[in-house]
T-cell receptor
Framework: KAGVTQTPRYLIKTRGQQVTLSCSPISGHRSVSWYQQTPGQGLQFLFEYFSETQRNKGNFPGRFSGRQFSNSRSEMNVSTLELGDSALYLC????????????FGAGSRLTVL | AQSVTQPDIHITVSEGASLELRCNYSYGATPYLFWYVQSPGQGLQLLLKYFSGDTLVQGIKGFEAEFKRSQSSFNLRKPSVHWSDAAEYFCAVGDNNQGGKLIFGQGTELSVKP
């Protein structure tokens, strides 16, 4: 059974650009959550999607957005990138909300110059 | 405020020695508790979880954790550490209503001396 797949694994952007990250959940998993990991702030919840609807949202500015497709794949987008957006972005999937057992992908490492 | 505290930023133990990583939480609802491990450049792998029932839970790789409600703690233990256990360990808390929204501690980096 394939795990959670995140693409791209590494990317470099410059300030002001935007970026889109992709996440394919484990087959059969319908809930996808996104986290930002930085040395200073640690792991912080961004948002959760289920059935193409945002179910929960963390405390991040509106520049951070996401969506989920009918096949449960999810994307997150960060617009007008800032240096502080440099981070490891982790996607996790679970069978459904409330299941709580998250399976994480390897992450997308974003560097903003 | 809901929070998770891992008091030890970095711990070094000798191979074969026992290990205990501390985790304390502050949470309004009945908590679900988790320990995850992260190796460099990798995502997080679930070691074990506590939802309810027996307060001593067994996980993968020989790890166990004990939930102590009175102390708001969920400490992770392993009787004999292997060099391959060197990694960063994260304690996390959630609940049934929050779904995929977990609150993570800052992590404890474990180094293993030969």
């Amino acid at each position: 059974k394939a795990g959670v797949t995140q693409t791209p694994r590494y990317l470099i952007k410059t300030r002001g650009q935007q970026v889109t990250l992709s996440c394919s959940p484990i087959s059969g998993h319908r809930s996808v959550s996104w986290y930002q990991q930085t040395p200073g702030q640690g792991l912080q919840f961004l948002f959760e999607y289920f059935s193409e609807t945002q179910r929960n949202k963390g405390n991040f500015p509106g520049r951070f957005s996401g969506r989920q497709f009918s096949n449960s794949r999810s994307e997150m987008n960060v617009s007008t990138l800032e240096l502080g957006d440099s981070a490891l972005y982790l996607c996790a999937s679970s069978l459904a909300p409330g299941a709580n057992v998250l399976t994480f992908g390897a992450g997308s490492r974003l560097t903003v110059l | 405020a809901q929070s998770v505290t891992q008091p030890d930023i970095h711990i070094t133990v000798s191979e074969g020695a026992s290990l205990e990583l501390r985790c304390n939480y502050s949470y309004g609802a009945t908590p679900y508790l988790f320990w995850y491990v992260q190796s460099p450049g990798q995502g997080l792998q679930l070691l074990l979880k506590y939802f309810s029932g027996d307060t001593l839970v067994q996980g993968i790789k020989g790890f166990e954790a004990e939930f102590k409600r009175s102390q708001s703690s969920f400490n992770l233990r392993k009787p004999s550490v292997h060099w391959s256990d060197a990694a960063e360990y994260f304690c996390a808390v959630g609940d049934n209503n929050q779904g995929g929204k977990l609150i993570f501690g800052q992590g404890t980096e474990l180094s293993v001396k030969p």
